[in-house]
């Protein structure tokens, strides 16, 4: 066990909220309770219907609508919204679920969510203090997506903070200020009642919100439907897609069973990454998981993920307040914090050096960045469609709790399962899927495929075509001014990995076994290892550029396939014209040159892909720097033109050979420079 569990053994914690935000969401308004009038009461506030009285509601306030929504004093707030919250609560609870379902339902679709929040009202009704915390988080999250569609119906950029959105003049217009002042004191800012962050956050520990909060919440999303009728026609917008980051995470750990569980629940009560007050989370996510409910078992999960890695950001910080709920005028201690290299005082975040690069990379790529799934931010601002979580979401956020479970075992880890400990063996092992330079790295990958299909492009055999032009076509592989740069590429290349062959060549059209002999080369160069954890700014714009080389490499190589293929179909059926003969002619003739520069700048960009930490090293002048750019812009500039000219549309062959030939000027005379010393000086 590491010294790390150790202390977190020791920490003793009953609750994670702050002495204050305690106070306010678990006593105020629970004080001066008189259970005999609950039942009697609902009447003053609701309808028969079971919708809300505003004016009962804001005369319980004493608030008058031309105070607008701002709630200066949530203590008296809450305690004044209080006893309508008893009521409404009580209410609830001497429906059926029938009866509960035909008052209510009609008037949830208005969110788009209606399925969703009839599960809510389900959820609260167990006897599982779990369910409640899941209603909330389900009910949050499907309620800011519901208010920006509302508030995109006259406004244009909704805001992307659940507190900025309710202070919109737009919702106050809809709405009516009572409402939106009820929402700001249940879900506002963080001097509120803030029931969506601290529950999001992982603050709330089993039963610690009362349940009369959350019915209360539910009772204003069906006054609203039931006031506004024209939100039906509210235009909802589509839940995002994360197919094509789900295709990456599919590969990475193994497919837990439901045999598999028994060994998770052991794992769960053998570890200290997990509260002992927060147990009861992580075994409703495995029933969740065990039922194939994968979106509740995501919502569980993700906060319990956050309140762990809290206290280990506490522990190796040596911040124990952090793990509790700021007050008003601090900020939380969330995913952002936890995954900063720097804390708020400037000063070095220990988590990187206790969880490893690995660790890191999992958890960056899951939740920070731009073009990874995003999870958490995406759930909780109701932007998932939450009934239709796939089993591969689920599985992959399940085996990274695990993996950390595991890590943070608070016994010998010898005695685990197989399968955890080999969910925590691929974690150290991961290498990041979503970081900027990862993904170029796939780019090259995915040019290098793009181009090894250009040797099986159908075409004419010599001398098919009105004249001989396969010769031109054998020599541009092989010139001497080819393989000059060639040669100072490969040297480049050799200087940061000397196990690059320097003697490496370009691929010929006309020699199939040719490309094994360049891609070889360039697939190892592309298996170094990369670092991704907090790199620096200038970086991370090189990377950009180099991406953005590569895509339009890629779309020039499929423009050429796409038209020498045509070309031959229509030539073989006797369907081109004399010029569009003459036009193709010249098509093949340039092939080569083309694929010749296309493979150039592939090497161009592995270079200076496994030299990109010298960008942040000192001794690099800045000088130096912008001639890099220069030289790299130059480079896509070709690219850019080249997918330009080999559209279907223009087919400008001999400019192509002409913006080819200046390229390779540029990137022999750019190889020759000082510059590439002063770039592998490290190595």
Known sequence: MSTTSEQLGQLEQDSSLSVNVQRLVCEVGLQDTDASDEHSDWHLYMTDEGTLRWEAVERTLHQASSEGTNVPD????VSRLAPVCRAVHAYLSQLSPAERRRKYSPHLTWTGYGQLFEECFDLLSTSDQTDRTLSLL????????ALGDVFLMNGTQCPSLLKDLLATRELTEIFGCTAMSCLHILIGPPSSLNLRNIAWHGFLSP?????????????????????????????HRNPLDLSPQLQQLQKVFPVLQVTDLPILRDVIHRTAFIQPSMVPYWEKALEKFSDQSYGHCLLLLLPQLEHGLRRVFAVVNNCPQRMLTA????????????????LQDGSTNHMSSELGDSY????LDLLVHTEGPRVRDHASHGELDLTTIPAVLANHVLCVCLAFCVKYASTDTSVLSGTAVHVEQVVQRYKSLFHPTALLVQRVYSCLDSMSTWLQVPRPSAGELKGDHAKPSEEAANNPHTMKVVSGVNMALYKVLPSHNPDSTLAD?????SWQVYETPMRACLCEPVKTVYRPRGELEMVSLLRHIMDNSQTASQNIQGTAEQRCELWRNRQLRSRQRENYARMLDSLQTVFNGLQLVVMVTVHHLLTLGDLSRSRIESSQKRKQRK???SILQYVENLVSKTS????????????????????????????????????
């Open 327 to 342: 007050e008003s005028s601090v900020l939380y201690t969330t995913f952002d914090e936890i995954l900063s290299p720097t």
């Open 138 to 145: 389900q009910a949050t999250a499907a309620l800011e997506r």
């Open 207 to 235: 039963g610690e919100v009362p349940d009369m909060f959350v019915s209360f919440l539910l009772v204003v999303v069906t006054t609203l439907g039931m006031q506004a009728p024209f939100l039906y026609e509210v235009s």
């Open 631 to 633: 030289f790299l812009k």
């Open 74 to 77: 949530y203590h008296t707030a």
């Open 648 to 683: 279907m549309d223009q087919n400008k062959w001999d400019e192509c050979c002409t913006l080819t030939s200046a390229t390779i000027n540029r990137i022999t005379e750019y190889y020759n420079d000082n510059i590439l010393t002063e770039h592998t000086a490290s190595f």
């Open 360 to 363: 890191m990379e999992v958890l």
């Open 509 to 513: 059209l006309s020699t199939p076994n």
